[in-house]
Each structure stands twice: as C-alpha cells, then as structure tokens.
C-alpha cells in the first residue's frame, strides 16, 4: 500500500507488467484486469452486469429507473449546451490573470452549468451553499487529509439545505412537461414512495459527476496542453483532440471496479460472488501492444489513421457513463473559450496525478492574459466605452 501511495500508476503499471496470470491482486484486496482484451470483454460481459449498476448504489430500485434516471440527466445538460456555451466567456474572464487549479475547474463549471443544475427560482440561500460546496472541494474526494475534513464539514448543512428543497418540490409538484433541472430529472425518476433523502443523495451523486468529472478534466486538459507547448495558444491540435488524449493520457476515472455478482470465471480464474474486480482504463490506455508511444502526450494521435486503441474514460459496456457525450463537449467548449485570443501558461504543476479515487492534477496556477489588449477608445461625446472588459473582447475574437 506504501508503495501504491508512492506512485499509484507506476505501481499498477508494474504489477500489470510482472503478473504471469491475466488478472493481479491490488493492495486493497480487489481484483483488476491486466489483459486489454480480457479487459474489455469484461466491460461487456452481459453475466457480469446482471442486476444494477453500483454507480447508483441501492438508491434506485431497478436497472431501468437507473438507466431511466441517467438518460434525464443527460437530457437536461444536453438541452442547457447553448447556454452553458454562452456563460463560459464570462467564466473565463471570471478566472482573473491567474487561477488556482484544479479546483478552478469545477468552480468554473458549476458557474457555467449553474442554471441546468439548479433552477434559478431556487432559493439564493441553496444556490449560495452548493457554490460554496464546489470551492470548498466537495466534487471529488480531495487527496489530502486537511482538504477532505473541510469538504465533509459542509455536507451535513449542504445535504439538510437539499433535503429541505427537494420535500417543497415534491409538494408542490411540477407544472413543467419537461425537467427544468437535474433535481427536477430526479424527482421525476424516483418513484414517490422515496424519501426526500434518497432524492437528495441521488442529486448529490449526480452533482458531482457532472461538476467534479468535468472540471478535473478539464484542468488535465489545461495542464498538459500547457507543459507540452509551453508558447501556448494556439496549439497546434485541435481542441477536440487534446480533450480526447487527456482523457487518454490522464484519465480521471482511472479505475473503474464492481462486486462480481455471482459465480465466474475470467482469465482462467474463478471470481466468487461479492469479490471485486475492476478493469483500469489508465493500463488500457497505456497498453503499448494498441498504442503508439502511450507514455507520450501527443493529442496529434487522433488525427493519424489508422485505429486508435482501447478508450474508455467513460468506461463502456451496459454500464457505461450516460453523459459521456454532454461532458466531452462541455470541457472542449470550456477549452476553446479559455485558449482563444489569450495567452496561457502554468505553473507549479506537473503530470504526476494525485489519486484519491480519482486521478486528480497537482495544484497548479493558469496564468490568462488576454493577447491583444484593446485600450479604451474616446468616443464623440468623450466617453469611453470599457473595451478592455475582457469578456467583451472575448465575444469580439469569437
Ligand atoms: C469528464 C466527465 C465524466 C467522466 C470522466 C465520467 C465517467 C464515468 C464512468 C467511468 C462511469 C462508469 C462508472 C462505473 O462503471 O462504476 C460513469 C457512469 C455514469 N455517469 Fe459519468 N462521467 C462524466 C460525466 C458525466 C456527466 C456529465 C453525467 C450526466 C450528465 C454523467 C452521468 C453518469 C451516469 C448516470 C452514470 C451511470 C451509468 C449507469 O450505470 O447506467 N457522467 N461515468
């Protein structure tokens, strides 16, 4: 376990490399799967993904009020895209000169994507409190003691606030045909003999998945596309493509694992019911049997042809990620608008994870500064209109 801490993906890496059999032991007990074929097979196999997801936990009680509830929720953020897309040059100007990452990512996110999470005639006060949840760490479990006790201590009052929302919604009643938010897409997925409470958990889960998932994303995007060509925009890749070889190269759901849930064997091994047995997309990833150079950060790779190999940052099979689409646009949207007409450089940063869950970037700090400064012109009255407001400037280079 010392040895995991130390470098958690050298460590797989290294016992993926040194196991004879084709599935190996990790510290904590679970199974993971070395082979990428046998890997994906897995993913895929109907006998392994007989019952319920366990991304849901018990909180649903079948597999079609999950995939029910999945698809409402990528419904709602794919139909709020425009105006998420609209907010984000106000987001970025928002940043400053220079920001603190990663937790800006999710920060920046929620800024954006407010509306779609939460309607805005919900009350300010809970409005207040989940974007204090988002600074305070709350998206993802924080890697470092200190940060995780300051991120819990916010959720018995974020957690009552949701609860306190959730049971005025469901008296009310909606007079929407359609959900006007993620919360509303619950609701209408869970069945009315649940509690407030399951509602609330299930709000969270799905809160979190979308701001956390993509705003460490994104800042793996900004980061490495930063230490790699360090002049800055423009980059010599396409958004599209740097976004998809940070999910490669970085991916945040690193690991992804579940109860086998009932007697099977895999690789020649047989796996009882209950055991865990994950399939890592890092190893997939970096399998050099499928990808060329893996090790290498080259978002160029997606426009060579020929096939790619294993990708899966969104996991795949019957279990795979329901927003996966809605979440590669929302972060290649947020790095389009952060890269254009501004010159971009990190510091303190590198491409070492911090994995507490997730992989998650060190913290590093963005420095933005706007390429072309327009200095504020006299107008005939001898007025000035503010041109140098950087989210007009933005709208002007877009
Ligand atoms: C970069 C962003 C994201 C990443 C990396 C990501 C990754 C994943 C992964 C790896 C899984 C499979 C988990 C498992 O098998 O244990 C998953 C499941 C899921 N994700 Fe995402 N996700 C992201 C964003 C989103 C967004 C934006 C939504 C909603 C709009 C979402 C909704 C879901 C749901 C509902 C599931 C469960 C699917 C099921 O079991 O039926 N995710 N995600």
């Given at each position: 376990m010392r040895r995991f801490r130390r470098d958690p993906l050298g460590y797989i890496e290294d016992r993926a490399r040194c196991s004879p059999a084709e599935v190996f032991r990790l510290p904590w007990g679970a199974w993971c799967v070395r082979d990428s074929e046998l890997a994906l097979a897995v993913l895929r196999d109907p006998l392994f993904h007989t019952g319920m997801s366990t991304f849901f936990g018990t909180m649903l009680p079948s597999r079609s009020a999950q995939i029910l509830l999945g698809r409402a929720v990528r419904n709602v953020m794919r139909a709020h895209l425009p105006a998420y897309r609209e907010r984000l040059p106000e987001g970025a100007a928002g940043l400053g000169p220079a920001s603190q990452w990663p937790e800006a990512g999710p920060a920046l996110v929620y800024r954006c994507a407010a509306g779609a999470l939460?309607?805005?005639?919900?009350p300010p006060a809970l409005q207040r409190l989940l974007a204090k949840a988002v600074a305070g760490g709350f998206t993802a479990r924080q890697p470092y003691m200190r940060q995780r006790v300051r991120a819990e201590m916010l959720r018995p009052g974020l957690l009552a606030a949701i609860t306190e929302h959730v049971r005025d919604r469901r008296a009310e009643g909606s007079a929407a045909d359609e959900p006007r938010d993620v919360l509303d897409a619950v609701i209408g997925a869970?069945?009315?003999?649940?509690t407030d409470r399951t509602v609330t958990d299930l709000y969270v889960l799905l809160f979190q998945s979308i701001v956390g998932n993509i705003g460490y994303a994104l800042a793996w995007s900004l980061l490495l596309a930063c230490l790699h060509?360090?002049?800055?925009?423009?980059?010599?890749?396409t958004a599209e493509g740097l976004v998809r070889e940070a999910g490669r190269h970085?991916?945040?759901?690193?690991m992804v694992g579940r109860p086998v849930p009932h007697a099977l064997e895999f690789g020649g091994l047989s796996f009882a019911p209950g055991t865990i047995l994950s399939v890592s997309p890092y190893l997939l990833h970096h399998d050099a049997r499928h990808w060329d150079r893996p090790e290498l950060f080259r978002p160029e790779r997606w426009n060579e042809p020929g096939e790619q190999g294993p990708y899966l940052p969104f996991s795949?099979?019957?279990?795979?990620?329901?927003g996966a689409a809605v979440a590669h646009s929302m972060i290649t949207g947020a790095v389009d608008v952060l890269a254009q007409g501004a010159h971009l450089t990190v510091s303190?940063?590198?491409?070492?994870p911090l994995v507490s869950g997730s992989a998650l970037p060190r913290p590093f700090v963005l420095r933005r500064t706007l390429k072309t400064p327009v200095r504020p012109a006299p107008t005939k009255g001898g007025e000035r209109h503010d041109r140098c407001n950087p989210t007009h400037h933005q709208e002007q280079a877009r």
């Amino acid at each position: 376990m010392r040895r995991f801490r130390r470098d958690p993906l050298g460590y797989i890496e290294d016992r993926a490399r040194c196991s004879p059999a084709e599935v190996f032991r990790l510290p904590w007990g679970a199974w993971c799967v070395r082979d990428s074929e046998l890997a994906l097979a897995v993913l895929r196999d109907p006998l392994f993904h007989t019952g319920m997801s366990t991304f849901f936990g018990t909180m649903l009680p079948s597999r079609s009020a999950q995939i029910l509830l999945g698809r409402a929720v990528r419904n709602v953020m794919r139909a709020h895209l425009p105006a998420y897309r609209e907010r984000l040059p106000e987001g970025a100007a928002g940043l400053g000169p220079a920001s603190q990452w990663p937790e800006a990512g999710p920060a920046l996110v929620y800024r954006c994507a407010a509306g779609a999470l939460l309607h805005p005639d919900a009350p300010p006060a809970l409005q207040r409190l989940l974007a204090k949840a988002v600074a305070g760490g709350f998206t993802a479990r924080q890697p470092y003691m200190r940060q995780r006790v300051r991120a819990e201590m916010l959720r018995p009052g974020l957690l009552a606030a949701i609860t306190e929302h959730v049971r005025d919604r469901r008296a009310e009643g909606s007079a929407a045909d359609e959900p006007r938010d993620v919360l509303d897409a619950v609701i209408g997925a869970c069945a009315e003999g649940s509690t407030d409470r399951t509602v609330t958990d299930l709000y969270v889960l799905l809160f979190q998945s979308i701001v956390g998932n993509i705003g460490y994303a994104l800042a793996w995007s900004l980061l490495l596309a930063c230490l790699h060509h360090p002049p800055g925009p423009p980059w010599p890749w396409t958004a599209e493509g740097l976004v998809r070889e940070a999910g490669r190269h970085r991916p945040f759901v690193w690991m992804v694992g579940r109860p086998v849930p009932h007697a099977l064997e895999f690789g020649g091994l047989s796996f009882a019911p209950g055991t865990i047995l994950s399939v890592s997309p890092y190893l997939l990833h970096h399998d050099a049997r499928h990808w060329d150079r893996p090790e290498l950060f080259r978002p160029e790779r997606w426009n060579e042809p020929g096939e790619q190999g294993p990708y899966l940052p969104f996991s795949t099979g019957p279990f795979t990620c329901a927003g996966a689409a809605v979440a590669h646009s929302m972060i290649t949207g947020a790095v389009d608008v952060l890269a254009q007409g501004a010159h971009l450089t990190v510091s303190g940063g590198d491409a070492r994870p911090l994995v507490s869950g997730s992989a998650l970037p060190r913290p590093f700090v963005l420095r933005r500064t706007l390429k072309t400064p327009v200095r504020p012109a006299p107008t005939k009255g001898g007025e000035r209109h503010d041109r140098c407001n950087p989210t007009h400037h933005q709208e002007q280079a877009r």
